[in-house]
């Protein structure tokens, strides 16, 4: 034996370097995770297009609160709340509802009761002066059902014309 090789240093020396292992590779490598990843994003493209439609679906509302907001008499404020139901809800359903039979409806599918006080304000709408303007009470209520009211799930969406 030579001196090199009975010498820690020569021992060294002596040692072979490792083989680097392979790179992990950074994508998956089991289907499991691809087919997690594309359910992942049929549920994101699912969810986005629920969204969309129930922004269109609800168009009908943002056009009635803003014309709740212009409307400067009782009869307009009525008028608003009467194109909001026939847009939410079947025309054979809404369009003959007056009276306590109109406001009952709007407490049935409000998520409230509609105040007795803004109730009769509205069913006396039409007889009143022509420049009467609303009671807060009755914008409060009218523009709390218009964001709140549940609509009839089969109900064709229109647009309330502005």
């Known amino acids: 034996m030579n001196e090199e090789t009975e010498s ?5 020396n002596q040692l072979v370097d490792p083989v680097p292992p392979a790179p992990v590779p950074l994508v998956p490598q089991t289907w499991g995770w691809v087919a997690l990843a594309l359910l992942l994003l049929a549920l994101l493209i699912w969810g986005l297009w629920r969204r969309h439609r129930r922004h269109l679906a609800n168009a009908y509302r943002r056009a009635a609160l803003a014309e709740l907001g ?10 608003v709340l009467r194109r909001a139901a026939l847009a939410a809800y079947p025309r054979v359903e809404v369009a003959s509802l007056t009276g306590a039979d109109w406001t009952a409806f709007l407490t049935r599918t409000g998520r ?6 803004a109730g009769e304000e509205l069913r006396r ?3 009143r002066a ?3 303007a609303p009671s807060p009470e009755l914008r409060r209520a009218a523009e709390h059902w218009l964001k709140t009211h549940r609509a009839a799930p089969s109900a064709p969406r229109r647009e309330a014309p502005a």
Request: hydrophobic residues 45%.
């Open 8 to 12: 820690l240093v020569g021992l060294i």
């Open 112 to 117: 409230r009761r509609f105040p007795d006080t």
């Open 125 to 127: 709408a039409p007889y």
């Open 130 to 132: 022509p420049g009467a």
């Open 70 to 79: 212009r409307a400067g008499t009782t009869a307009e404020l009525a008028a």
